[in-house]
């Protein structure tokens, strides 16, 4: 059975700042991981995935994430806060293959970015 | 090139009736997912259609059920409505084992 910890409800910082969210997973096979930003009304976009390969996945919009697998995490990061940025986000594990193919979402983390 | 579409955008039924939701995939993808987002509950699955097959079901009741169209698009029926199923309900579409993308959602009310 796949999990997914979001540590924080809320998150907020001052624009120009560091955004940093937090996930752990848990997954009994190889996960494939994802960041999904949710905007007011919206349906969900991706952000970045994990699936094999490279630890540190860059995405959109400055956003950057590092799968460590000894500490089952994949923290989103930004250097730099852009009030744009100001939605919810959720992190997201799948199995890689099989008949369970489905994501597993974390509970969100609402980024609130003041001026 | 257009992503996943869902139609109605907003429905308002009242208890006991039933609701039809529709859903486009991507061109060229042949898998359609649904998922539930209620309040305090989260994002959670329903259903996973590949190719006219469910594939896989959320821990959801039977009265949840869907189907997948020849052109790939899919329809979620929820029957004897409750209040509790008010939420929004978002379709992805991916190709198989990739990476899902989703619509922008029905909102559904229950009252």
């Known amino acids: 059975a796949q999990s997914v910890t979001q540590l924080g409800s809320h998150v907020s910082v001052s624009e120009g700042a560091l955004v940093l969210l937090r996930c752990n997973y848990s997954?009994?096979?190889?996960?494939?991981l994802f960041w999904y930003v949710q905007y007011p009304n919206q349906g969900l976009q991706l952000l970045l995935k994990?699936?094999?390969?490279?630890?540190l996945v860059k995405g959109i919009n400055g956003f950057e994430a590092e799968f460590k697998k000894s500490e089952t995490s994949f923290h989103l990061t930004k250097p730099s806060a852009h009030m744009s940025d100001a939605a919810e986000y959720f992190c997201?594990?799948?199995?890689?293959?099989?008949?369970?193919?489905?994501?597993?979402f974390g509970k969100g983390t609402l980024l609130t970015v003041n001026p | 090139e257009a992503g996943v579409t869902q139609s109605p955008t907003h429905l308002i039924k009242t208890r006991g009736q039933q609701a039809t939701l529709r859903c486009s995939p991507i061109?060229?993808?042949?898998?359609v997912y649904w998922y539930q987002q209620a309040l305090g509950l989260g994002l959670q699955f329903l259903l996973w259609?590949?190719?006219?097959?469910?594939?896989n079901r959320g821990n959801f009741p039977p009265r949840f059920s869907g189907r997948q169209f020849p052109n790939y698009s899919s329809e979620l029926n929820v029957n004897a409505l409750e209040l509790e199923d008010s939420a929004l309900y978002l379709c992805?579409?991916?190709?198989?084992?990739?990476?899902?993308?989703f619509g922008p959602g029905t909102r559904l009310l229950v009252l």
């Open positions: 992805a579409s991916s190709r198989v084992w990739e990476t899902q993308y």
């Open positions: 997954s009994s096979v190889p996960p494939y």
């Open positions: 994990y699936t094999t390969g490279a630890t």
């Open positions: 997201a594990v799948s199995e890689s293959g099989g008949s369970n193919y489905k994501l597993t």
């Open positions: 061109s060229g993808h042949t898998s």
């Open positions: 259609y590949d190719e006219g097959e469910e594939r």
